[in-house]
């Protein structure tokens, strides 16, 4: 089936470091969707990314979406101790195919 | 409030005694779905449901059942549970999920131990 592959699997960072999440696929992707959980939490949706070379910004988080479909990051610029979570990047067609995670964890 | 409701929150059984966990969305969405989450494995579908009275597989269905005979609910089922099955259950909808996909909304999760 399907597959997104996610990296790294952990990221331990200083307030204030910045922080990326990588999700590859060997297929071409229609879309992909990025959550957020907070530990304790059930994942919430941050975004959609659907256009070749397509990025968004929501405040201090980027999304991108690679020229060929394949690949998206998710960069945040100064981390907070509030963007603790697991970071999961998503592709949807009929199911949906969750990455493994990106685990981040910031110290204040 | 839109939501996504499941019940329960937690609960520890015995391998073989038939458990059922409930899932309720008030969102009129046609897309339903039922998620396991184990460490280091991420969310895997267990099963979803594109509109009433038609279900599928996802990708580890088996020990599990399901229905959808309203919109709004879609039942999870365990008829013979066992240990492998104790994991954090998650339900989820979505208005549907064509092509281009929609964003899920998730209930708070299902602690299930399985003894």
């Known amino acids: 089936g399907q597959q997104v592959m996610q990296i790294p699997q952990y990221q331990h960072v200083q307030e204030g470091e910045d922080f990326t999440t990588y999700c590859n696929s060997s297929?071409?992707?229609?879309?992909i969707q990025w959550y957020k959980q907070r530990p304790g939490g059930h994942p919430v949706f941050l975004i959609q990314l659907v256009k070749s070379g397509e990025v968004k910004k929501q405040k201090r988080l980027t999304f991108q979406f690679g020229e060929a479909k394949k690949n998206s990051s998710l960069h945040i610029t100064a981390t907070q101790t509030t963007d603790v979570g697991t970071y999961f990047c998503v592709y949807n067609f009929n199911k949906f195919y969750f990455g493994s995670g990106t685990k981040l964890n910031v110290k204040p | 409030e839109a939501q996504v409701t499941q019940n329960p929150r937690y609960l520890i059984t015995v391998t073989g005694k038939k458990l059922t966990v409930t899932c309720s969305q008030n969102m009129n969405h046609e897309y339903m779905s039922w998620y396991r989450q184990d460490p280091g494995l991420g969310l895997r579908q267990i099963y979803y449901s594109m509109n009433v009275e038609v279900t599928d597989k996802g990708d580890v269905p088996e020990g599990y059942k399901v229905s959808r005979k309203e919109k709004r609910n879609f039942p999870l089922i365990l008829e013979s549970p066992s240990p492998n099955q104790t994991s954090l259950y998650f339900c989820?909808?979505?208005?549907?999920?064509?092509?281009?996909?929609?964003?899920?909304?998730f209930g708070d999760g299902t602690r299930l131990s399985i003894l």
């Open positions: 297929t071409t992707l229609s879309n």
């Open positions: 989820a909808s979505s208005w549907n999920a064509d092509s281009v996909g929609q964003p899920q909304h």
